[in-house]
T-cell receptor, first 112, second 117 residues
Framework: DAKTTQPPSMDCAEGRAANLPCNHS???????VYWYRQIHSQGPQYIIH???NNETNEMASLIITEDRKSSTLILPHATLRDTAVYYC?????????????FGGGTRLMVKP | GAVVSQHPSWVICKSGTSVKIECRSL??????MFWYRQFPKQSLMLMAT?????????EQGVEKDKFLINHASLTLSTLTVTSAHPEDSSFYIC?????????????FGSGTQLSVL
């Protein structure tokens, strides 16, 4: 699976959009980009995933660059409850039900 | 979406004792479950893959005799930390392959904080 690079930490004001970047310059054509988050002392929670098209669901939007070497997770209106560590993971296959390799993630702090 | 229940959420034990952690898929059958370990301020590390009805597959560096995994049914996998020592103190998380309306996903339990005195 391709390696990902994320900033270790970010701050965001409550109510503003949180844009979390992820670099995956070695991604191959059959690898998907997944985002999970982990709130303190809890198990990770699935957010969204995509291959090459931008994706949106009730939690977030995922923007993948045309060359697929980077992506951005967007939380449109961050709340205090969005404070968590966000993990960007790339792996082969559309099935998200396989084991995942977690990197360092980005610790997002949403401030009042 | 699918729910994975992990129990207990925290446990304190004496050095040398064994501790069992349960992971249950509540509303779906899980032929495969995964066990992770997480130390403070670090990321999750995969320990082993648990397959129903067969032996677990352990990651390199994880002692199979130390961390016993049993996946005897389609809804239950257990991790037993045998002869626990303080260095085994960690946050243990299980996950299971399941489905929701958006497709196949990996669902995680809420984790177990183990403290060995």
């Amino acid at each position: 699976d391709a390696k990902t690079t994320q900033p270790p930490s970010m701050d965001c004001a409550e109510g503003r959009a949180a844009n979390l970047p992820c670099n995956h310059s070695t991604i191959s054509g059959n690898e998907y980009v997944y985002w999970y988050r982990q709130i303190h002392s809890q198990g990770p929670q699935y957010i969204i995933h995509g291959l090459k098209n931008n994706e949106t669901n009730e939690m977030a939007s995922l923007i993948i660059t045309e060359d697929r070497k980077s992506s951005t997770l967007i939380l449109p209106h961050a709340t205090l409850r969005d404070t968590a560590v966000y993990y960007c993971i790339v792996r082969v296959g559309a099935g998200a039900g396989n084991m995942l390799t977690f990197g360092g993630g980005t610790r997002l702090m949403v401030k009042p | 979406g699918a729910v994975v229940s992990q129990h207990p959420s925290w446990v304190i034990c004496k050095s040398g004792t064994s501790v069992k952690i349960e992971c249950r898929s509540l509303d779906f059958q899980a032929t495969t479950m995964f066990w992770y370990r997480q130390f403070p301020k670090q990321s999750l590390m995969l320990m082993a893959t648990s397959n129903e009805g067969s032996k677990a597959t352990y990651e390199q560096g994880v002692e199979k005799d130390k961390f016993l995994i049993n996946h005897a049914s389609l809804t239950l996998s257990t991790l037993t930390v045998t002869s626990a020592h303080p260095e085994d103190s960690s946050f243990y998380i299980c996950s299971a392959r399941g489905w929701d309306r958006a497709g196949e996903k990996l669902f995680f339990g809420s984790g177990t904080q183990l403290s060995v005195l």
